[in-house]
């Protein structure tokens, strides 16, 4: 994404998976996972923010086939995971800038609250 010129149908898709804490979530948790070499898949059900049955049907049915629209993800519905789709090169860059960056952002842009100290992370 960086360093190459995109149109504005990439551009677009790239904010709208961003534009949502559900979405930002399963990307950073997944960027986490790669980016650490830990695993090439992660367990969208254990991500804590996913455990109440509301969030669950909106992941179900809007926030995860949204990604998977845009190839950012594989969803494996009956094992309840997702991996880098054939698109994330679009939109990984996007997320390594923001992830690097995170502590300068204003605490409701990181997605999480401060901690004891009051520091932003």
Known sequence: MLGQRLDAEETDHALNA???ASRRRLLFKLYEELDSGEGERINYTEIPSFGAE???ILLYHTHL???EK???IKWNE???TIQ???QWEEIEPL???IYSHLCELP???QGKPPDTNGTKC
């Open 84 to 86: 880098k789709g054939p």
């Open 54 to 56: 509301k969030k669950r």
């Open 65 to 67: 086939p949204k990604l």
């Open 107 to 109: 605490l409701f842009l």
């Open 95 to 97: 997320l390594e800038l």
């Open 18 to 20: 961003l534009s949502h």
């Open 70 to 72: 845009f190839g950012y």
């Open 78 to 80: 009956v094992e309840k």
